[in-house]
């Protein structure tokens, strides 16, 4: 008798066990779900639609976009921004002169990367699958925009993620880019950009934009496979200073490989336009850039993101063939 009442308490137990574990898990449900509501009501979001599968997050289509819908299998170059609900700061973001590109299917991957503070320093990376992000990106066309406030088991989790806090809401930005290709968005980005400056250039053929303002006085012209020595200011199509050179020796040889992968643009057009004092204005759009992947150093820094279009300006102080 002992043993089957024995038999009788633990099952209780586990029934209850199990009973609190579905009210932890629905409190959370319900926390959330409050805090999303009180975050549209304060901001007076009232055309805010609850996603149709009743997951916990909602959308607001803000420009639908031209043309057809987009497809899984359509490529789309976008960019997100996330910031936290509770407190407006934005952990994750693209700038405006660089964007993602993938398939629309993948874009519900999300990567975040923070600094953990080992000597040295280290860049980690965590790759997060938000399904939420896909499935708006599929009610939009391309130049489209929405917006998403997502619950944090629908984004980072229960977990601290870098400097995002634990159970932190989003609030997420989508916007589509016009553009099918990247070098479509790079020509568009560069002849605005100019015509925004009112700057004269020369396409060379290779696509990249430049203007000499001194083509040098020495009397051995530059090679492709030279290697000079130049002063620059590399910068951003926002004006951001990237990088800045003086007395830097670079080998223009195509075989050679550089850390900096936008050499790629200068060994297109340096040669044969430039000599010793010579003065160069180039732009170069990304896949003579960075192409689609970052440039980082050895600590896994990102120095170039990619996808950016760049604006040197460059001098070259001696040449040697």
Same mark, same amino acid.
């Given at each position: ?163 995002? !806090? ?29 015509? %925004? ?7 060379? !053929?290779?696509?990249? /934009? ?50 900096? %992968? /936008?050499?790629?643009? /200068? ?18 759009? %990304? ?35």
């Amino acid at each position: 008798m002992l043993k089957q009442l024995s038999g009788y308490i633990l099952a209780l137990a586990s029934l209850v066990m199990n009973v609190s574990c579905r009210k932890d898990y629905e409190s959370v449900k319900d926390a959330e779900a409050r805090r999303i509501t009180e975050y549209i009501v304060r901001n007076n979001l009232s055309l805010m639609v609850e996603d149709g599968d009743h997951t916990g997050y909602y959308y607001q289509v803000l420009n639908p976009g031209l043309g057809e819908a987009l497809k899984n299998t359509d490529s789309v170059l976008y960019n997100i921004q996330m910031k936290g609900i509770d407190n407006g700061i934005i952990y994750y973001d693209l700038p405006a002169f660089t964007n993602r590109g993938t398939y629309v299917g993948y874009t519900d991957v999300v990567s975040h990367e923070y600094v953990i503070n080992t000597i040295p320093k280290k860049v980690i990376s965590e790759a997060r699958s938000i399904p939420a992000i896909r499935n708006t990106i599929l009610k939009l066309k391309r130049g489209g925009a929405a917006r998403i406030l997502l619950p944090s088991s629908l984004a980072f989790g229960r977990n601290e993620v870098g400097e995002i !806090p634990a159970k932190q809401d989003m609030d997420v930005m989508i916007t589509i880019h016009p553009d099918t290709t990247q070098q479509q968005r790079d020509d568009r980005l560069i002849q605005d950009f100019m015509i %925004s400056k009112g700057l004269v250039m020369t396409k060379d !053929p290779s696509g990249v /934009w430049y203007s000499i303002s001194n083509p040098g006085n020495d009397t051995s012209p530059i090679a492709e496979t030279s290697t000079i020595q130049t002063s620059y200011t590399g910068r951003f199509l926002n004006g951001a200073v990237f990088q800045i050179g003086t007395g830097t020796s670079f080998d223009l040889s195509p075989n050679t490989r550089n850390l900096h %992968s /936008w050499i790629n643009g /200068w060994r297109k057009v340096i040669p044969g336009k430039l000599r010793k004092g010579g003065k160069m204005r180039m732009i170069i759009p %990304s896949r003579l850039g960075t192409g689609k992947s970052e440039l980082r150093n050895e600590f896994n820094y990102i120095l170039l993101p990619g996808n950016a279009v760049l604006d040197f300006d460059i001098e070259i102080q001696s040449v040697q063939l």
